[in-house]
């Protein structure tokens, strides 16, 4: 239960999920190796038993983690709350949604040669996360919540839409990526 | 491309180890079931091992994209289930043998090498040194016929193997209940060779109400073990 509270507002959680899935099918197999190479008692017993339960795991890891992104890539507006110093996603990840602040506010931070960089604070009404959409590039920062702060959540496909259905928000959000764009660049 | 080799090497000394390391004593007796299956178990194995290595080096467990999302499903659920289902197969063929029996040393293995010694006159070693059962001979000895019997001789060695990794048996070791008639008269009676001796009381026999071990038991015990290792 913890582990998909945290899934909702921590991508990094996803990625050690699946990394933990990847240790246990990595055991599983060398339960069956055990067997193939020595057969007895004890590891027919293991491998008939604790094999099945750990790829059982492996498989809920995989199916639960893929619904999830399934559910953010596709979110209308669904509501995450970050507490203060929790990270919303961080630089280089693959972005799959982009957030609008209900309230509170959040840092971007820019990792340069192993030190960070606040480059921008953003505050309620605005948004951010909408590059990585456009560009399909991995997220260009981190971004950080600095008190209690309330995100709307906007999955790929319904960001894309929007843009496609309503040429004034496109303008203003075009206008703000390049804004960025710059400011990012002028930064480094 | 070097590198390539050594992979299929290695890929092709796993393939085969296992028949090696559990190979069957004649070669006009190789079983498909053990010689493909053990094969492709393996193969599965260390391609699934591959991949997943593969995957958690390059991805470090992101999902980037397909690729990386369908490597990751071969890895942790295709592939381990294959495994499982291929060793499934294989836990059902092997836990046949004798050599099977035999790896619970402390409490097998003297009844194993009484069976195997061809000085013994034990019921276990005159079956096994005149071939009258090809192999397998623990267990087709002490399985009753049929699915049931299959099942029944199953779910009573999973808790052997769960007493003896437990030390949780005792000596002597004592069937769970008397050897049943069945097990001897579902290969042996009928036969005319049998009529002959048995034709006048079979009706007995077939009913329980006289054991084979109360004649045959006396000349030639089941097992000849030592009696504070087993009881007769």
Sequence with gaps: MNAIKKLDTDPVASRRLLIAAQILALIAYGLGLQFLLRTTGGTVFVFSTLGPVLVGICVLILAGVTIHRFLRSHSLFSYEIFQPGEIVFQQGEQGDCAYFINSGEVEVVVVENGQEKVVAVLREGQYFGEMALITSHPRNATVRAVNATKLAVLGKKNFLTMLNLMPSARKDIMHTVTERAMKTSASQ | ?232
Aim: charged share 20%.
């Design chain 2, 1 to 232: 491309m070097r590198f390539q080799k050594l992979w299929l090497a290695v890929a092709v000394a796993l393939a085969t180890s296992p028949m090696r390391l559990y190979a069957q004593p004649s070669r006009f007796q190789q079983d498909p079931v053990e010689q493909y299956g053990a094969r492709v178990l393996t193969l599965v194995i260390v391609t699934g091992i591959a991949v997943v290595l593969y995957s958690l080096i390059r991805y470090r467990g992101r999902l980037t994209g397909p690729i990386s999302w369908a490597l990751l499903a071969l890895g942790v659920a295709i592939l381990p289930a294959l495994s499982s289902g291929f060793g499934t197969v294989l836990v059902f063929e092997r836990a046949e043998r004798v050599e099977f029996c035999e790896s619970c040393h402390l409490t097998m293995k003297a009844f194993v090498t009484d069976m195997k010694n061809p000085q013994s006159e034990s019921l276990a070693a005159i079956h096994f040194k005149n071939k009258y059962i090809p192999d397998d001979q623990c267990y087709v000895c002490h399985t009753s016929y049929g699915l049931f019997g299959t099942v029944q001789a199953k779910r009573e060695g999973m808790h052997d193997v769960f007493v003896y990794y437990t030390r949780t048996f005792k000596f002597p070791i004592k069937l769970r209940h008397p050897y049943p008639n069945n097990d001897c008269l579902k290969c042996h009676a009928e036969s005319v060779k049998w009529l002959g001796v048995h034709g006048d009381f079979k009706e007995d026999l077939f009913a329980g109400k006289t054991s084979c071990l109360e004649c045959h038991g006396q000349t030639n015990p089941a097992h000849n073990i030592p009696d504070e290792r087993a009881s007769r």
